[in-house]
């Protein structure tokens, strides 16, 4: 594996230029590209190799019409006119698939029925997961405009009416129109966000 520093070129890529998207271009987004996301991200890291985080792609206008209702108003428009809007969810029983992540010790039975852990780690690990995704997207030569103005409730009710999954954020995804962007906002500077012990 190499140890050289990523490009500037590569930092500039995913985080230093990379923006959030509000508006998009009609351009589509292909299968493959989605597919190529996911066989990236899955690799980042989470603990025992837990993996909870699902992704349900919304491609077509069907499926998106059946998110909009769950968003906040402003948030409508964005999802609407995305190529894809992902939803990043989490599983409640990843657990279930860890004697074959981690097959050299019994992880499973460190979660069966402790419903507060489940939940911490799922969260969490998918939280950790949905960044990753963010990156291998941008990675991919798409923009990304996550969101979590939506009402939860009703999407894992539309989406995931079994309760076994649920959603974490939303994530549109595309080639996005900077035509009509702000400025970039400013960050916190090392000293207001940092502490060296």
């Given at each position: 594996m190499s140890t050289e520093p990523l490009s500037t070129a590569g930092l500039d890529l995913l985080l230093r230029k990379a923006r959030t998207f509000y508006a998009w271009k009609p351009e589509p987004v292909s299968d493959a590209i989605l597919?190529?996301?996911y066989d990236n991200f899955k690799f980042g890291p989470t603990s025992f190799n837990c993996s909870p985080a699902r992704v349900v792609f919304l491609r077509t206008e069907a499926a998106k019409a059946r998110l909009l209702p769950a968003l906040m108003p402003v948030n409508v428009e964005k999802s609407r006119t995305a190529p894809v809007v992902a939803i990043v969810a989490y599983d409640t029983e990843f657990y279930e698939k860890l004697p074959r992540l981690v097959p050299?010790?019994?992880a499973r039975s460190f979660f069966v029925g402790k419903e507060a852990l489940i939940q911490e780690t799922a969260f969490r690990n998918s939280s950790l997961q949905g960044a990753y995704f963010i990156l291998a997207a941008r990675a991919a030569g798409l923009d990304c405009g996550p969101m979590s103005g939506?009402?939860?409730?009703?999407?894992?009710?539309?989406?995931f009416p079994d309760g076994k999954w649920k959603a974490n954020f939303l994530c549109n995804l595309g080639h996005g129109d900077a035509s009509n962007q702000h400025p970039r906002a400013p960050r916190l500077d090392f000293e207001e966000a940092c502490v060296l012990l």
């Open positions: 597919h190529e996301i050299h010790f019994d939506f009402d939860a409730a009703k999407v894992n009710a539309e989406f």
